[in-house]
């Protein structure tokens, strides 16, 4: 099953949301409209929520998971993602939040507590440490992130291009019958 159900909460697609029939998405998870979860990736909220918005697109292979209320953090970390943002192929998030406009490069890992403002660009297999904060208008590459140049006029133009190209894709998928689809 793709969408599970877990300690009684059902995962929600928001309209037109698509899910790819190899991707899992379990518990407390929302996706809001027009969102895409591609091939193989797993999104498990069973210990905390999970948040994404709409034209947001996760990518091939990516896991996106919470970090859990217990004795060494009390309230836990949700994972919160923003509108238009798009997450490349085999990147994890794990407990983090990510604004809107985001790219988050193939690879990359964004780690508990960390916050990604908007209009961010992180590179490919970049790693955010846990509770670091991504200033808004720049780009970020490395192992630990290094903050390197603000965005150019073109580059904060690519995040709503990117949200619009995989709102196309994920309508063709779904016109062609695969996938779940939300309400």
Not at 5 to 18: S, V
Not at 47 to 60: K, L, P, V
Not at 69 to 87: E, K, M, Q, R
Not at 149 to 170: C, D, H, I, M, W
């Amino acid at each position: 099953m793709t969408i599970r159900t877990f300690q009684g909460k059902t995962p929600h697609l928001g309209e037109r949301a698509f899910v790819d029939a190899t991707a899992v998405v379990i518990g407390d998870v929302e996706l809001c409209a027009d969102s895409s979860i591609w091939p193989l990736t797993v999104i498990r909220g069973d210990m905390h929520r999970i948040r994404i918005g709409a034209r947001t697109s996760i990518q091939d292979g990516s896991v996106l998971h919470i970090t859990h209320a217990g004795p060494f953090n009390p309230d836990g970390y949700p994972l919160l993602i923003g509108n238009d943002v798009t997450v490349g192929h085999q990147v994890t998030l794990h407990g983090c939040t990510i604004g809107d406009r985001v790219l988050v490069g193939m690879g990359s890992i964004v780690m508990d507590g960390a916050v990604v403002e908007d209009d961010v660009v992180i590179g490919a297999g970049s790693l955010v440490p846990p509770g670091k904060r991504l200033e808004g208008g720049h780009l970020y590459v490395g192992r630990p992130v290094k903050q390197i140049r603000p965005l150019e006029e073109k580059e904060l133009a690519f995040f709503t291009y990117s949200a619009g190209n995989y709102v196309k894709l994920k309508d063709q998928h779904l016109a062609e019958g695969y996938g779940e689809e939300g309400a």
